[in-house]
């Protein structure tokens, strides 16, 4: 298991648990709702990145600008051997643009 998938799990576990502790009412909600809204400011260099890549290949390919839901749709839908790819290399990589785009070539119609 990646680092990608290690963050998503852990990032599941911690909303579990936040949603445990407030049907317990036993006051941790408030700790695990601050260690996920920390990952989360954690994320966005990384998901501010993916989002401007994601936003080029598909202007490249379609002549239009996606709209935030269809680039989040995107996100979403990338398969996690990319998504691995991109966090080992980073989003701004040169193979990683390409698989980028290569995959909303051949999986979407605009």
Same mark, same amino acid.
Request: glycine share 6%.
């Given at each position: ?34 260690? #996920?809204? *920390?990952?989360? &400011?954690?994320?966005?260099? =990384? ?8 936003? $080029?290949?598909? /202007? ?17 839908? #990338?398969? *996690?051997?990319? &998504?691995?790819?991109?966090? =080992? ?8 643009? $390409?698989?980028? /785009? ?9």
């Amino acid at each position: 298991m990646g680092a990608y998938e290690n963050w998503k799990e852990l990032k599941k576990l911690l909303r579990v648990s936040l949603d445990e502790s407030v049907d317990n009412n036993d006051g941790a909600d408030k700790h695990y709702l601050m260690i #996920l809204k *920390e990952m989360e &400011k954690m994320e966005e260099p =990384q998901n501010k990145e993916m989002r401007n890549r994601i936003h $080029d290949c598909y /202007y490249d390919i379609f002549d239009a600008k996606p709209s935030d839901s269809k680039i989040q749709e995107i996100a979403d839908d #990338l398969p *996690e051997g990319l &998504k691995q790819h991109a966090d =080992q290399w980073g989003w701004g990589d040169t193979e990683v643009g $390409d698989l980028v /785009y290569e995959w909303i070539r051949d999986n979407l119609n605009g």
